[in-house]
T-cell receptor, first 118, second 112 residues
Framework: NAGVTQTPKFQVLKTGQSMTLQCAQD?????MYWYRQDPGMGLRLIYY???????DKGEVPNGYNVSRLNKREFSLRLESAAPSQTSVYFC?????????????????FGAGSRLTVL | AQSVAQPEDQVNVAEGNPLTVKCTYS??????LFWYVQYPNRGLQFLLK??????LVKGSYGFEAEFNKSQTSFHLKKPSALVSDSALYFC??????????FGTGTRLLVSP
């Protein structure tokens, strides 16, 4: 019962380098999300995908791109990493979109990816 | 704009004592409210949610939360704390078509 799997768990980058965080879920969920967690700021939504083939910006999308490769996978790319992107990144999924009125949605989170940009 | 406030960065309680982690929200319309817990080096785990109905919601691990519409609060409670309850707790809220908004988190420390 894997749930949401993120890779890598840890990564150190130099300023200007690029990298991609991978996320996969095996729960047949429609919606997937990328959050970042910073001390004192809680979780902030970077991008989300309400369904396969669609992506939308969240609160803090600048400096990031995403790809919803298929229903299972949702990747987050940093094209030119900056020290301000040092954070812990979480991928999550849910059965429905947060922008629907279909009821309260429970998010299932991955274990997180700790990224340090020097 | 929607917002969730967790006024305490940390809550300290002795094992066996009752605990309360506070949350207030500001959303338009009828809210859906959630509590998630994060153990060290882990992702967030769902604890409980309020949709409608009874103001007292029961969740996992003996936790419960009380919805108070007049005070726009959704405080997390447990009658008897365990050392293993020590973790970071997040309150979250949404309404209708709005995105889920998280509070900044409250660290719960239960001492033996």
């Amino acid at each position: 019962n894997a749930g949401v799997t993120q890779t890598p768990k840890f990564q150190v980058l130099k300023t200007g380098q690029s990298m991609t965080l991978q996320c996969a879920q095996d729960m047949n969920h429609n919606s997937m999300y990328w959050y970042r967690q910073d001390p004192g700021m809680g979780l902030r939504l970077i991008y989300y995908s309400a369904s396969e083939g669609t992506t939308d910006k969240g609160e803090v999308p600048n400096g990031y791109n995403v790809s919803r490769l298929n229903k299972r996978e949702f990747s987050l790319r940093l094209e030119s990493a900056a020290p301000s992107q040092t954070s812990v990144y979480f991928c999550a999924s849910s059965r429905d979109t947060l922008n629907s009125a279909s009821g309260a949605n429970v998010l299932t989170f991955g274990a997180g990816s700790r990224l340090t940009v020097l | 704009a929607q917002s969730v406030a967790q006024p305490e960065d940390q809550v300290n309680v002795a094992e066996g004592n009752p605990l309360t982690v506070k949350c207030t929200y500001s959303v338009s319309g009828n809210p859906y409210l959630f509590w998630y817990v994060q153990y060290p080096n882990r992702g967030l785990q769902f604890l409980l949610k309020y949709i409608t109905g009874d103001n007292l919601v029961k969740g996992s691990y003996g936790f419960e939360a009380e919805f108070n519409k007049s005070q726009t609060s959704f405080h997390l409670k447990k009658p008897s704390a365990l050392v293993s309850d020590s973790a970071l707790y997040f309150c979250a809220a949404r309404t209708g078509f709005q995105k889920l908004v998280f509070g900044t988190g409250t660290r719960l420390l239960v001492s033996p």
